[in-house]
């Protein structure tokens, strides 16, 4: 799966030059010129990252970033702030509103996907890269393949995305609700304990290769962690 991108900016030539450089590095990106339709679209359908003009018409980067953060749905989502501010009380600004990072006008690309990069390996690091590993698993976002010490695993797609969001976030407990949100989406209505059947499916697929790496939390939910 590609990192998405959603990319707020009314400049249609940084955009163009945006688009074209992310989509030669593999990502996926959605660009908007409107703050408000900005805002609609990163509630309905989660980027990873967002980049985010500050000089905007109607409804400035600086308040679009302050709702993004009260949102509970965007509240983590990295968002990389573009400007031609370049004055030091200006960059302050953009970080203390909740920016994660700050590019000034006009930037090379390079640096741009650098920087993407940099806050994806510190807010979400198995996005970095096309690639999931933990311990002996391996899974490709591109062939959509899974392995364990090399073999292949052949998974259902429920058991797919169950799978890769867990190696998105290891080590971190995911209530059933949380996890029927992240991998069947929000519009879907699906008992919660229909995870469970899917986490015995994974488990069975899985654990034909090595040690079960799926924990059970007692009225918590679920992780993939190492601890057992």
Not at 51 to 74: A, H, K
Not at 125 to 151: M, Q
Not at 172 to 177: D, I, L, N, P, T
Request: with cysteine; aromatic share 6%.
């Amino acid at each position: 799966m590609k990192t998405r991108v959603l990319l707020i900016e009314d400049d249609l030539n940084i955009t163009e030059l945006v688009r074209y450089n992310l989509e030669r590095a593999d990502y996926k990106v959605d660009a908007v010129a409107d703050g408000e339709e900005g805002l609609y679209l990163a509630a309905q359908d989660t980027p990873d990252v967002i980049l985010l003009d500050w000089m905007l018409p109607n409804l400035s980067g600086l308040e679009i970033c302050r709702q993004l953060r009260r949102n509970s749905e965007t509240a983590n989502v990295p968002i990389i702030m573009l400007t031609a501010r370049a004055d030091e009380p200006d960059r302050v600004r953009g970080l203390e509103t909740g920016a994660d990072d700050y590019v000034v006008k006009p930037f090379s690309p390079k640096e741009l996907i650098a920087r993407i990069q940099a806050v994806l390996r510190r807010v979400r690091p198995a996005l970095a890269g096309k690639e999931l590993s933990f311990e002996d698993i391996r899974l490709d976002n591109v062939s959509h393949r899974v392995t364990r010490n090399g073999t292949s695993i052949h998974l259902g797609p429920t058991e797919y995305r169950l799978l890769r969001h867990f190696m998105e976030n290891p080590g971190r407990v995911f209530s059933r609700e949380q996890l029927l949100d992240s991998v069947w989406g929000h519009d879907v209505y699906v008992e919660p304990r229909t995870v469970d059947v899917h986490i015995r499916r994974l488990r069975k697929a899985m654990n034909a290769g090595g040690k079960d790496y799926i924990r059970t939390v007692r009225s918590a939910g679920y992780a993939l962690d190492n601890n057992q």
